[in-house]
Each structure stands twice: as structure tokens, then as C-alpha cells.
């Protein structure tokens, strides 16, 4: 699976939600809450500043939950374990896949592409831990 860079993501719009009750004769319980502040950014990122947005294309990871056009959070800043899902480049592409350090393998999700060993001759650079994918339903 590649994937697309984008850059790092720092800071997201709050979106105000203005609920109203369209009930007469008694208050609505959530007339209270006229006015929410939604946060994405503090839902989803736990490091802001060492996180980055890619987009995922290809059908390798969908064995995980990623399809081609999810997009991906990734962060620098989490400690790569065995089993996670990673964006790293391998000779000079991105890619998304699942690492295995000790065996130095990465792995699809799907059976129908084999590991790859990562050589001490490959140009191979961990970029990231992909912490959350986002599925895009609607690019309107």
C-alpha cells in the first residue's frame, strides 16, 4: 500500500454545533447545550506536533480496515513495536504495512502480497506508527 504525504498537521478548525429543540410545551434536554465545541484534532492526534497526514491507495492493507483513499494519521513520536501498522520508505516509495522488527519484515494484510525483508542494503526509513484511518465517504 502507498501512501501519500501531506505534510504535518498542527492545528484543526473547531466546528460549533447549535442544537434546537423543535418541541413546544417543555424544554428540551439538550437545550442546554446551544453551543458545543468539537475538537478533532484533541480527539484523534496525542502528539500534534510529530503527527502527519497521509492518504492510503492500493488494496494491501484492507485485511486491517485501510482502503485505497483512507487517510492516515500517523505519528513519529510512538515507539514501534512488533505488529504495528507503519508508514516508512523503502527505496524511495511510501509505503504502509505491518512491521516485524526482530524478523525485519513487512507485511501486508492480504495474502495476495508477500513480505518484504528489509536488507541493510535498502534505503528504509521509518517514518511513523499509523494511529487511526479515516474512511472518506464523500469527497463533497
Known amino acids: 500500500m502507498h501512501v501519500q504525504y501531506f505534510g504535518f498537521l498542527l492545528l484543526m478548525l473547531v466546528i460549533p454545533i447549535y442544537i434546537e429543540a423543535g418541541i413546544t410545551g417543555f424544554e428540551s434536554p439538550a437545550a442546554q447545550y446551544k453551543e458545543l465545541g468539537l475538537s478533532l484534532d484533541q480527539l484523534l492526534i496525542k502528539h500534534p506536533d510529530a503527527t502527519f497526514i497521509g492518504m ?3 488494496q494491501s492493507m484492507q485485511g486491517v480496515g485501510i482502503y485505497d483513499g483512507d487517510l492516515l494519521l500517523v505519528d513519529r513520536a510512538v ?3 512488533t505488529g504495528d501498522i507503519v508508514v516508512a520508505t523503502y527505496n524511495g516509495c511510501f ?3 505491518i512491521i516485524h522488527k526482530e524478523n525485519r519484515l513487512l507485511m501486508s494484510a492480504s495474502d495476495d502480497y508477500p513480505p518484504v525483508y528489509i536488507s541493510p542494503e535498502d534505503d528504509f526509513c521509518l517514518e511513523g506508527v499509523v494511529t487511526r484511518s479515516i474512511r472518506l465517504h464523500s469527497l463533497v
Request: glycine share 0%.
Open 56 to 58: 492510503a491507495s492500493d
Open 79 to 81: 515507539d514501534v513495536s
Open 95 to 97: 509505503v504502509c504495512k
